[in-house]
T-cell receptor, first 110, second 116 residues
Framework: SQKIEQNSEALNIQEGKTATLTCNYT??????LQWYRQDPGRGPVFLLL?????KEKRKERLKVTFDTTLKQSLFHITASQPADSATYLC?????????FGTGTRLKVLA | DADVTQTPRNRITKTGKRIMLECSQT?????MYWYRQDPGLGLRLIYY???????NKGEISDGYSVSRQAQAKFSLSLESAIPNQTALYFC???????????????FGDGTRLSIL
């Protein structure tokens, strides 16, 4: 069955550094992949979509890569700030419309 | 005002009670979804609707039912609540433009439901 894996352990990094989060998938060849941000007590908010024919997508300090050979997407936040602290989810189109990863919690330390 | 509004935001109830969670949207989207979120399990799709006359089961529909009263309204019911339905419930919408599948989802802020 289709599976998405995100590192369930929290990622702590120092302010100003680049945060890199990983989304791996198996039994699957998605045409695109989405990334969302979720703050405590709030619903997920869409950040970026990357298609299978795009190796990289950027939006301000965010960068997403999509390696269909490795079946992996990397999500980077450069010059990270404490306000970037949140849980980040990846999502792929699946049998039931969307499959979400469990998310990785990022904490940026001042 | 929020584009996707869920009511109530919090609800505590007892086993066996009937509960309705409501969702309304002002985004004009045709597609609406109900998810539940549990620690360690992530978001799982309960039901989805691509228009008023289209209702589909998701991954975990047992014990739930839905009603699409209008394009802007999609409600989720638990006919007889049980404790393992305690979770955070989210409603979401998306545009159906093009193939629709690659459109971002817009989420409400959720309903925290506790069943004792």
């Amino acid at each position: 069955s289709q599976k998405i894996e995100q590192n369930s352990e929290a990622l702590n990094i120092q302010e100003g550094k680049t945060a890199t989060l990983t989304c791996n998938y198996t039994n699957y060849s998605p045409a695109y992949l989405q990334w969302y941000r979720q703050d405590p007590g709030r619903g997920p908010v869409f950040l970026l979509l990357i298609r299978e024919n795009e190796k990289e997508k950027r939006k301000e300090r965010l960068k997403v890569t999509f390696d269909t050979t490795l079946k992996q997407s990397l999500f980077h936040i450069t010059a990270s700030q404490p306000a970037d602290s949140a849980t980040y989810l990846c999502a792929l189109p699946g049998t039931y419309k969307y499959i979400f990863g469990t998310g990785t919690r990022l904490k940026v330390l001042a | 005002d929020a584009d996707v509004t869920q009511t109530p935001r919090n609800r505590i109830t007892k086993t066996g009670k009937r509960i309705m969670l409501e969702c309304s949207q002002t985004k004009g989207h045709d597609r609406m979804y109900w998810y539940r979120q549990d620690p360690g399990l992530g978001l799982r799709l309960i039901y989805y609707s691509f228009d008023v006359k289209d209702i589909n089961k998701g991954e975990i529909s047992d014990g739930y039912s839905v009603s699409r009263q209008a394009q802007a309204k999609f409600s989720l019911s638990l006919e007889s609540a049980i404790p393992n339905q305690t979770a955070l419930y989210f409603c979401a919408t998306s545009d159906g433009g093009g193939t629709g599948g690659d459109q971002p989802q817009h989420f409400g802020d959720g309903t925290r439901l506790s069943i004792l």
